[in-house]
């Protein structure tokens, strides 16, 4: 291993406008071997047993069904084939599995195996962005390996990678565009910079406007380190600024000039346009609150972020999925800082600064609007923070292991194992995971690893073999409770990491303890305890695709095979999309929901009445699980209950109450 590593550091950036630091290539002979190892580990992490989850989440699965059978339901991301109402978020990512459903068939595999497929590409990407960032190609190599490993193996992402909520592709775009602004700023190229504008607009279709929140951190590396003259960098971020607005704005005004009688109502929206998506429920209310729209409903800590503060992320369940090495990213930049201002022998070159500052801005921005955002938030969101933690983690490494011959580097990487165990040692107490006695192993081995790095730089395999043991301990808490919750099936469309009996209560609590969140099922290896909270717990009505509660009308042979029978244009209404998803994915028709998602203004009751005296809906199933919430959709949904109980005579199907409109 020191054999391996053991290059002199790159010398010191020798100017602004400097020549780019050479282009990372493949010449070292293990490095292709080990990239293969590498992601072949994260595609069998991401795709085992797969099948487990069912459908996942029904409300996007149902989309991507209706995509699967529509290419108008595809093209606008409907929750119908009949296009009456869409999902509550842009489309890209039912893009991706619509396809998919569309090529094979609809199934677990064909809703799943592109979020699985999308995370492999996650790392791999990962990966070869990170390598840029160090000149050393062995040292690059072992830096791009530590990053795409971290990432693979963060809990959040082997929850959110093997689920079909749109966040893997979200992910996915934002390290695409990393790659393209690392090549940018190496070259001091705007073709490359606006091929990371392109990205970062499809990020905007995936998930609106958190897939712009490290567009500061983009446009910040590149105008400070872009290799060209600043009227250049100027103008190829005006360029890069423009092929984003194209690559996110054409869908969106698409929509805005189709006839909105001849499409399906914007979901989540107040007025069925998608700018209000972008202000309110999607933009600004989720960060905002109730001064955003719709987003902000449920107020501060509203479905399980906990209070806001800094100690968010720290905390319950944000903690379980993101925050194990935080503490070690966030020392990273510590140290970047002070590797940047010192002067000397080995300083930065213009790459590893170019990365410190990508990856930087990436997790500070991020990780401070996930904080402090008092609307809507959900756990699962934090996955987005692990490209950059993995990134800081490899970058950090390799820097701390260069300058292994000073003291603050011995220090850098001791100080990195104990942050890595001791954190860990905390999260995996609380949740109470695993056997105690193999947290003290952990953290004890850390600490004489840690203690053997500091006074051993003179015995080079000693040193080398404490780094090895020691990483590994410091590592070892995150990757088995990452494998525990890719070996827990998850449901409903919160999903949180595997369940324990740790903290409880929402907005704050444990992992499916009493009281807690649900969405998870299976008892997880490694120790974990059995699940005590499921699917449909203290469910409210979410914004993100919904909870689910109340039962699986889906369950109900009876009703599933009198909505195959019917020919109308939609088989049946319901109120809300997660009754109408599940029952559109179980008899294979349309289904109207009403008021949406999130409580939808639609339809009005004189809508519903001239549907069904146009005969276009076979029955209405009373009930109904996802509408209700925004303004004046309640009293809509109940104007309609009303109605149809005042004029049609109620039969009882299995367990649901039907009542025959044609």
Not at 441 to 450: F, G, H, L, P, R
Not at 516 to 531: D, E, K, L, V
Request: proline share 4%.
């Amino acid at each position: 291993m020191t054999t391996l590593l053991s290059r002199p550091a790159a010398e010191p950036d020798e100017g602004r406008h400097r020549a780019p630091d050479p282009k990372p290539r493949e010449r070292v002979a293990w490095s292709r071997p080990a990239v293969a190892i590498l992601l072949v580990a994260t595609a069998i992490l991401y795709i085992w047993d797969l099948s487990a989850s069912g459908y996942a989440n029904t409300f996007y699965a149902a989309a991507a069904q209706a995509g699967g059978e529509s290419w108008k339901a595809w093209f606008f991301g409907s929750l119908d084939a009949q296009n009456f109402i869409t999902v509550d978020k842009p489309p890209a990512s039912l893009w991706v599995t619509g396809l998919s459903v569309r090529l094979f068939g609809m199934s677990s595999w064909a809703v799943l195996v592109p979020q699985a497929l999308m995370g492999v590409g996650s790392v791999g990407l990962l990966y070869l962005t990170v390598r840029r960032a160090i000149t050393d190609q062995r040292l690059a190599t072992a830096a791009g390996l530590i990053a795409g490993g971290v990432l693979a193996f963060t809990p959040a992402a082997a929850l959110m990678f093997r689920f079909n909520n749109p966040d893997a592709l979200l992910v996915l775009l934002m390290v695409a565009g990393a790659y393209c602004v690392m090549r940018a700023t190496a070259a001091g190229s705007g073709r490359w910079l606006a091929m990371a504008g392109v990205a970062l607009g499809f990020a905007f279709l995936t998930k609106m406007l958190q897939g712009l929140l490290v567009l500061p951190a983009f446009g910040l590396v590149y105008l400070l380190l872009a290799n060209t003259g600043w009227v250049r960098r100027v103008l190829h971020l005006l360029g890069a600024a423009l092929a984003l607005v194209a690559a996110a704005g054409w869908w969106v005004l698409a929509v805005a000039l189709w006839p909105a009688s001849a499409r399906p109502y914007i979901g989540g929206s107040t007025d069925n346009t998608v700018m209000d998506l972008v202000l309110g429920y999607n933009g600004l209310g989720r960060i905002f609150g109730a001064s955003g729209g719709g987003g902000g409903q449920g107020g501060a800590g509203s479905s399980f972020g906990g209070a806001t503060g800094l100690s968010r992320l720290f905390s319950s369940e944000m903690g379980y999925e993101i925050s194990w090495l935080l503490p070690v990213a966030l020392l990273v930049i510590a140290f970047g800082v002070y590797l940047a201002v010192r002067r000397g022998p080995n300083t930065l070159t213009h790459n590893t600064k170019a990365a410190l500052v990508l990856w930087s801005g990436w997790l500070v921005v991020t990780a401070l609007v996930f904080s402090y955002m008092s609307g809507t938030i959900h756990p699962y969101y934090t996955v987005a923070l692990a490209p950059a933690i993995a990134a800081l983690v490899g970058v950090g490494g390799v820097l701390a292991w260069e300058r292994r011959g000073t003291a603050i580097g011995r220090l850098m990487l001791a100080a990195m194992i104990v942050a890595a165990s001791a954190w860990s040692l905390v999260l995996l107490d609380r949740a109470d995971f695993g056997p105690v006695w193999i947290r003290w192993v952990m953290i004890s081995v850390a600490a004489v690893s840690a203690v053997a790095i500091v006074v051993g730089g003179r015995w080079r395999k000693t040193f080398a073999t404490a780094v090895l043991i020691g990483s590994l301990a410091g590592f070892g808490g995150v990757g088995t409770f990452a494998i525990a919750t890719a070996a827990t099936a998850h449901s409903g469309s919160i999903p949180t990491a595997v369940s324990s009996v740790g903290d409880s209560g929402m907005g704050g609590g444990g992992m499916g303890g009493p009281g807690g969140q649900g969405g998870t099922r299976g008892t997880p290896p490694a120790g974990g305890q059995a699940p005590t909270g499921q699917a449909g717990t203290e469910q409210p009505t979410g914004a993100d695709g919904g909870m689910g509660g109340g039962g699986d009308v889906s369950a109900n042979t009876e009703l599933t095979a009198l909505l195959e029978a019917s020919d109308a244009t939609w088989a049946a209404a319901t109120g809300g999309s997660q009754s109408a998803a599940q029952l559109e994915i179980a008899s294979g028709t349309s289904v109207m929901a009403i008021g949406g998602w999130s409580g939808d203004p639609t339809p009005t009751l004189e809508e519903f009445i001239a549907y069904v005296q146009d005969g276009k809906i076979g029955y209405y199933i009373s009930g109904g699980q996802g509408g209700g919430g925004m303004g004046g959709s309640e009293s809509s949904a109940q104007q309609i209950s009303e109605w149809v109980a005042a004029n049609y005579t109620a039969t009882t199907v299995g367990s649901s109450t039907v009542y025959k409109l044609t």
